[in-house]
């Protein structure tokens, strides 16, 4: 009696064993599973990104995705946010609700602005978003990258407008400076003051 209760006590404890295994096997099954399926979207969703993921905030530098893509704008600079190299007097922040941030700067004489950049990539366009009173002629306005000139262009337009011009910049930290170099105040008959207004610079 006593070796038949034990033989049905050993076999039932076999059959509960082989029950866990099996739930454990499932278990495992279904964790590889999910495991193999999150592996897929992730590469999925990092591999490809949408074009608008992969943009580059101007605000936080980096990447929505951390992939760039061609074309896109890898640094923009309001000029309210440039800083005077001369005669501070001179520069003028304006209010104006068609500029970016409804902020611009005018340049009253002659005179610099300037910024420094660090960018994640190369570029191959500088786009300034500038406007002018045409005085006689209009202003113009000189951009160097790094010292060098890039950009002398008159800004032919009383209207938001942008004007570029192709570089060749490769990765890092560079100084961007906008030049207005041709002032003039006319006193004779009908007074105009000419004036250079400079809403952002931005590299491409």
């Not at 304006?94 to 970016?100: C, F, G, L, P, W």
């Not at 007074?191 to 207004?197: A, G, H, I, Q, V």
Request: charged fraction near 20%; hydrophobic fraction near 45%; include cysteine.
């Amino acid at each position: 009696m006593i070796a038949k209760k034990i033989v049905k006590r050993v076999t039932k404890q076999k059959k509960q064993t082989a029950k866990f295994s099996v739930k454990g096997k499932v278990g495992l099954l279904f964790l590889l599973i999910v495991s193999v399926g999150f592996l897929a979207y992730f590469f999925a969703a990092h591999a490809f990104p949408k074009s608008e993921d992969a943009l580059l905030s101007s605000e936080t530098e980096t990447y929505a995705a951390g992939k760039p893509v061609i074309n896109a704008v890898f640094f923009s600079v309001e000029a309210e946010d440039m800083s005077y190299l001369s005669v501070p007097e001179g520069i003028q922040l304006i209010n104006d609700t068609e500029a970016s941030g409804g902020l611009a700067k005018m340049l009253l004489i002659n005179t610099t602005i300037v910024t420094t950049v660090r960018t994640e990539a190369s570029t191959s366009k500088i786009v300034l978003r500038a406007k002018g009173n045409n005085c006689h002629g209009w202003p113009n306005a000189v951009v160097t990258v790094g010292g060098a000139k890039v950009m002398d262009k008159n800004i032919t337009s009383s209207l938001w407008k942008d004007f570029s011009a192709n570089i060749a910049l490769q990765p890092g930290s560079h100084s961007i400076a906008i030049t207005y170099n041709n002032d003039f105040e006319s006193n004779a008959g009908q007074t105009c003051n000419r004036n250079l207004m400079i809403d952002k610079v931005s590299l491409q």
